[in-house]
């Protein structure tokens, strides 16, 4: 059996093979039997499902108020800190909680579950080695490993459509314990 590669025809004009996804330059018939017509078929139908289950996961909505939060954060410095939950029921991304611009490192640390799954923002002060007074904003992927697996899951395949949503970020750590996002990490990963 010939491949549509193997036909030759003078006018040359490029066409996108479905099977390799490449260009070839035949005009042949690109199905040679209706058997590899079915298999072709069958092959699209699966790599639809693929990228429907893939959206879907990934699909979760963000509330306006994350992104209005993470805006007055981020210009007027209005928080110290935001932490995000998913709501499954309205599958979205939520503001659970936000700390004033005098709370503290440990503030933050608390409003973060020990057993539940969360999205942070920290906006981090520090001072540099030149005594420059600086400021960066940590995106945290708070993961506790006494989490359920279905949580752990479902943020880790959400994560980077919120990223994307919270234009600003600096840095990002993922954290499944406090140690992981302790205040010397935070100064390690400033400068």
């Known amino acids: 059996m010939r491949s549509p590669r193997d036909h030759n025809q003078t006018n040359g004009t490029p066409i996108v093979d479905p099977i390799s ?46 992104k209005l939060k993470f805006l007055e954060l981020k210009a007027k410095r209005t928080y110290r800190f935001i932490v995000f939950k998913i709501d499954e029921k309205q599958k979205e991304v939520v503001v659970e909680k936000v700390g004033e611009p005098s709370s503290s490192y ?8 020990t057993d539940e799954c969360r999205y942070a923002i920290y906006d981090f002060d520090f001072v540099t080695e030149e005594n420059c007074q600086k400021s960066k904003i940590f995106f945290i992927a708070w993961s506790p490993d006494s989490s359920r697996v279905r949580s752990k899951m479902l943020y880790a395949s959400s994560k980077d459509r919120f990223k ?20 010397d990490v935070f100064r390690s990963r400033a400068n």
């Open 164 to 183: 994307r949503e919270l234009d600003g970020i600096q840095v990002e750590l993922q954290a499944t314990d406090p140690t992981e996002m302790g205040l």
């Open 106 to 113: 440990d503030e933050f640390a608390a409003a973060l579950p």
């Open 21 to 66: 996804f490449g260009l070839c330059s035949s005009r042949a018939p690109l199905f040679h039997s209706f058997d590899s017509w079915i298999v072709a078929t069958d092959l699209f139908a699966v790599i639809a499902a693929n990228l429907k289950m893939a959206n879907a996961a990934s699909g979760m909505a963000v509330n306006d108020d994350c």
